[in-house]
Each structure stands twice: as structure tokens, then as C-alpha cells.
């Protein structure tokens, strides 16, 4: 059985590195290739990846019904197969740009499927492990990015062969989509699993655990998680938007992407590492919320208001960002599978929903507020996200001690 989940758990790694490797390197260069395209047949926002995380927030709410009753193989396999917006980029055209837009915020159940599956074949001693190991897995994702750099370095325009890119994105993507077929079933006995009617109960279980004292803790350090708006649309576009670049700007945007790819690697290896999950928790949220402050103020140095002007320093600042946004990621879903182990689905749940409609909040304003202002907003949420998280491991650890006692 361990062996198995193991299995599962590389499985599932590797699935969401296909999916997501294809998703996050379009979400990269979106703004810049939609500015390239912007015609009397094409009016999108490449920041209307807003509309994403909007669907993505309220699909969260019902989503713990799906994954309840169709299983969380099932529901990832067709959440997987929503991520095919990434066609909409091989012959553009308005209409299907924000109408795939709204079906690939319903694939929300796609991660919290993740987060019961991942849950279900892990225990309390490998959760840290499985948590980092499915996170470094998942962020191997250097070849789409790779492939950005190979094409577009040296060229002043999006060149036409982008819907070659696109098309290897889309293939990337449904072999990601396929691995979810594989995954082993090493689910709970059969009276322990959910009937479609108490699925449908789980709604009202949401809302009972968002009441809990560590979902409060917890929900700031949740709504940090906008800073994925940031480096997934905001900074990736400054790169490729800079004049002082020259011919390199846009192939820079595929080398911060591999740059901050090996951050989030480094970041999801502390779980493989840490035996002492109660402390080494703390020591890695914090770790994330220094990396990302170092980032933020040599973005502030480095950035006027709109464009890095020096190269190295741009490309540190992607890196750390990836560390930090890692440490915090593969943090949160060892706490809650350690806490909520029992009620993974509603718990992972509200994460995602937390998360997506902070970060679709961010999405719209990105494109109007000064960097400054962006920077200092995140800095705030950092620290007072850390602070609660904190509190809620400390929380854990008196209630682990009397559960013992």
C-alpha cells in the first residue's frame, strides 16, 4: 500500500507538471501576446486572467460536491481536460478567449481533488514529504518556458511560429491530463466513503469550516497567495515590455520563468528534507516571507514603475520569488492536511476559493495600480499572513500535545 501511494503521489507530480507546465508558461506570455495581437478581430486582455480566478473562486464552493461524487480521479481528469484554453491561442479570436476564459475557472475541482487525493495517500509522518515532493514535481516545469526563450530571444515581435509553441503547450497538456487515468485507487473502506447525497452536504461543511479558529488563522496567509498574480501575469510582461533589453526582452520572459520554475523546486525539496514537521513548518514560512521581501525590495529598486532595468538582478528577483511563493504553498497544504485529514475536500476547498478570488482581485487591479503600490500591498499581506500562520501551527501543536496528554 505505501508503495502505492508513493506511486500516486509521483503520479500525480507528474501529471500536474504536464498540465501546468503548458498553463503557467501561456499564463507567462499571454499579456505580451495578446498585446501582439490586439486587431479589429481581437480586443482581449491578456489580464483578464481575472475572469479566470473569478469562476475558478466560485467553482471552489460547489466543488467538493464533484470530487465527493465523482471521485477525485474522475474530477481531475475532466477538470484536466478544460485546460485545452490554451488552444484558444493557435487561431485567436475574441469570443473564445473569454468564453474558454469562464470554462477553465470551472476546472477549480481539479485542485481540490488534488488536495483530497494527495491527503488520502498520505499520513500523518509523509504528508511534509508527499507535499514537497508532489510540489517539486510540479514545478519541473522549465520546457515550455525553455522553449519560449529558443524562439522569441533575439526578435522584437511574437513571431508567427507561436502557434507551433501553442500547439506543443496544448499536446503537453492533455498527456498531463491522461497521467490522471493512471493514478492507483487507495481510497478509504467502502463504508467510509461519501454517498452522493452526503456530498452534496458538503457545502454546508464549508461554511461550518470556515467559522473554525484555523481556517481564520490560516485565511490571511491564504490571500497571500495574489502574489501569484503578480509573477505569473505582472512581472513576466515588465520583463518583455522593457526597451533596455533590446532584442532580448521577450526571450527573457521564458528565462525568468525557468529561473523562478527552479525557486518553486528548491522550495517544494524542504518538504523531503523535514523530519520535524511542527517546527520546520514555521521555519519555512518564514523563510518564504524573507525570500520574497529581499525580492520585493530589489523589485522596487530595480523596477521604475513599469520595466527592470537590470538583467541579473531581474532574474534574482524571479528566483525568489519562486522560492518564497513554494515555502508557503507546500506549507499550507501540509497544515491543512494534518489538521483537516479528515475533512481534506471542504478544507482544500476553501484554500482555493480563499486564494482564487484574491487572486483574480489582483488580476484587475494589476493593470491599473502603480508597481509601488503592488509591492507594499503584498509586503503587508506577507507579514500579517505569516504572523497568523504562526499562530495557527503554534495552535496545532497545544492541541496535539493535549490530544497526547
Not at 501511494?5 to 498540465?19: C, E, Q, S
Not at 479566470?52 to 481531475?76: C, D, E, H, N, Q
Not at 483530497?116 to 520546457?143: D, H, K, P, Y
Request: proline share 2%; net charge negative.
Amino acid at each position: 500500500m505505501a508503495d502505492w501511494r508513493t506511486f500516486n503521489v509521483v503520479i500525480l507530480g507528474v501529471g500536474f507538471l504536464f498540465v501546468f507546465s503548458a498553463f503557467t508558461t501561456c499564463g507567462n506570455v499571454e499579456q505580451t501576446v495578446v498585446k501582439s495581437l490586439q486587431n479589429d478581430t481581437f480586443t482581449g486582455s491578456g489580464y483578464h486572467l481575472g475572469i479566470i480566478y473569478g469562476v475558478f473562486s466560485l467553482s471552489s464552493l460547489v466543488a467538493p460536491a464533484v470530487v465527493a461524487v465523482l471521485g477525485p480521479k474522475m474530477t481531475m481528469f475532466l477538470s484536466g481536460l478544460l485546460y485545452g484554453y490554451i488552444a484558444v491561442f493557435i487561431e485567436p479570436s475574441t469570443w473564445s478567449f473569454y468564453f474558454m476564459s469562464l470554462l477553465l475557472g470551472i476546472g477549480a475541482a481539479l485542485w481540490t481533488a488534488q488536495g483530497q487525493f494527495l491527503v488520502e495517500n498520505s499520513e500523518a509522518s509523509t504528508i511534509n514529504r508527499n507535499t514537497g515532493l508532489f510540489w517539486a514535481l510540479l514545478q519541473c516545469m522549465l520546457f515550455g518556458n525553455l522553449c519560449i526563450y529558443l524562439d522569441w530571444n533575439g526578435r522584437a515581435e511574437i513571431p508567427s511560429s507561436r502557434k507551433n509553441i501553442f500547439l506543443s503547450l496544448l499536446v503537453a497538456s492533455i498527456v498531463g491530463t491522461l497521467c490522471f487515468l493512471v493514478l492507483r485507487k487507495t481510497h478509504l473502506p467502502e463504508e467510509e466513503m461519501l454517498s452522493e447525497e452526503e456530498g452534496q452536504s458538503l457545502l454546508s461543511t464549508m461554511l461550518q469550516l470556515l467559522k473554525t479558529r484555523n481556517i481564520l488563522l490560516l485565511s490571511p496567509c491564504m490571500a497571500y497567495s495574489l502574489e501569484l498574480s503578480f509573477y505569473s501575469g505582472v512581472y513576466g510582461t515588465c520583463l518583455g515590455a522593457t526597451a533596455q533589453f533590446g532584442q532580448a526582452a521577450k526571450g527573457l520572459i521564458g528565462v525568468s520563468g525557468m529561473v523562478l520554475g527552479v525557486g518553486e523546486i528548491i522550495g517544494g525539496l524542504f518538504g523531503l528534507v523535514c523530519k520535524n514537521n511542527r517546527f520546520r513548518r514555521t521555519s519555512v514560512v518564514f523563510l518564504g516571507m524573507v525570500v520574497h521581501f529581499v525580492a520585493f525590495y530589489l523589485i522596487f529598486l530595480n523596477i521604475p514603475d513599469d520595466a527592470p532595468v537590470v538583467m541579473s538582478i531581474a532574474l534574482l528577483c524571479s528566483f525568489l520569488l519562486g522560492l518564497g511563493d513554494s515555502c508557503f504553498n507546500t506549507q499550507l497544504y501540509s497544515i491543512l492536511g494534518c489538521v483537516y485529514a479528515e475533512q481534506s475536500t471542504p478544507a482544500f476547498a476553501i484554500f482555493k476559493f480563499i486564494q482564487s478570488v484574491f487572486a483574480a482581485v489582483a488580476f484587475f487591479y494589476s493593470g491599473n495600480m502603480l508597481l509601488t503600490w503592488q509591492l507594499l500591498l503584498m509586503v503587508v499581506l506577507g507579514f500579517s499572513g505569516t504572523l497568523c500562520f504562526f499562530v495557527a501551527e503554534r495552535m496545532h501543536d497545544v492541541d496535539a500535545s493535549s490530544t497526547e496528554a
